[in-house]
């Protein structure tokens, strides 16, 4: 357990730094009320703390990629993602590019291509879709700057996600959501790490837990810290038993 006191960048950096190993590591990232919702009102702004939101940003330098669902870039009105630049001049010392990509799944290309994702953005997203989604929509996406990526016929799967990021050069990767795609990373013994924030509140409703699928799952894991904050919120980060 640690308190957020005084806890420099450095502290918080060594406290979720990735492993050392070279295989992928896929790590999610969610904030989730004390019954366990992870949005108000549809979004998880409602939740977030100040603490948080440094935990988040510093997740993001860390990692290569961001990975996130179609339907959580729209609830949420994604931007490219932003690192100072002390931050982008440490990643370049550690031989990651600048910025890392958001990379976005996609089975039917839903995505519009005039949105912020791609309007407001320093690095262009990798889009993963499907050979059957629509040629058109495709198309303007990868007009619009996008890298549009096709990973087979029908869904877009979890081993050719990793292995198309990973390919890139991307081994650390960052879900931020949404709970489908946590769902089936999850189901499909994806999921090597998980950052929970969780706010001190009931919020009541129907919204969805961080992972949201058919299949059965059972994934055990320890918990590598727990930070304490004076508002209230806890930030626990859990790594799979190997």
């Known amino acids: 357990m ?9 502290d918080l950096a060594a406290l979720y730094r990735y492993p050392a190993a070279t295989e992928p590591c896929v790590r999610a990232n969610f904030v989730v009320s004390l019954d366990g919702a992870i949005s108000t009102a549809g979004s998880s702004r409602g939740l977030t703390s100040p603490l948080d939101q440094r935990v988040l940003k510093l997740l993001r330098s860390l990692a290569d990629v961001v ?4 339907s959580t870039i729209r609830v949420e009105d994604y931007i490219g993602i932003r690192i100072p630049e002390s931050g982008q001049q440490r990643r370049k010392e550690q031989g990651l590019q600048p910025i890392p990509p958001l ?3 996609s089975g039917r290309a839903d995505i519009d291509p005039k949105s912020r994702l791609l309007t407001d953005t320093l690095v262009p997203p990798i ?17 619009a700057g996008a890298q549009v990526i096709e990973l087979g016929p029908d869904r877009v799967e979890t081993a050719a996600i990793i292995d198309t990021l990973t390919g890139l050069g991307m081994r650390r990767i960052l879900c931020e959501g949404g709970p489908s795609l946590a769902g089936q990373l999850a189901a499909d013994d994806a999921l090597d790490e998980l950052c929970v924030t969780t706010a001190p509140v009931v919020v009541g409703g129907d919204a969805r837990r961080i992972t949201h699928t058919d299949r059965p799952v059972q ?8 930070i304490f904050d004076t508002d209230g919120f806890q930030l626990a980060r859990w790594a799979r038993k190997s």
């Open 2 to 10: 640690v308190s957020a006191a005084h806890l420099t960048d450095d």
């Open 67 to 70: 990975l996130v669902g179609a």
């Open 103 to 105: 990379a976005v799944v």
């Open 127 to 143: 889009i993963l879709t499907t050979t059957t989604a629509p040629t058109a929509a495709k198309h303007d996406l990868a007009a």
């Open 219 to 226: 994934l055990t894991m320890s918990c590598e810290h727990i």
